[in-house]
């Protein structure tokens, strides 16, 4: 009855806090004009990045994701850039250890 609690509320948690929904249009539009890329690319790749941070959203920090959500959707939302964000904060906490 325990595990079956804890499960819910897993479940609970991660419902209440799920990957926004972002605009891409428009920066795909943005990316067509500026980077010669087709718009169906970017949209494939802003899908991709979409995908990846539904598998490991929960595993970023609560202030990163405020962070990174709010500096994304200032200009052209971008699932890809959200994702770099997090991942740039994330890998930043790890120590750096020299190799010998």
Do not use: H
């Amino acid at each position: 009855m325990v595990l079956l609690s804890m499960l819910v509320g897993l479940q609970l948690v991660a419902a209440s806090d799920p990957v926004p929904t972002l605009d891409i249009v428009p920066g795909c539009r943005a990316t067509v004009d500026a980077a010669q890329m087709s718009e169906e690319g970017c949209v494939r790749d802003e899908q991709a990045a979409r995908d990846d941070l539904a598998k490991t959203w929960s595993q970023f920090a609560a202030k990163d994701k405020t962070s990174c959500v709010d500096q994304t959707r200032t200009y052209n939302p971008s699932y890809v850039e959200l994702l770099t964000c997090l991942e740039l904060l994330r890998d930043a906490r790890i120590p750096y250890r020299p190799k010998d």
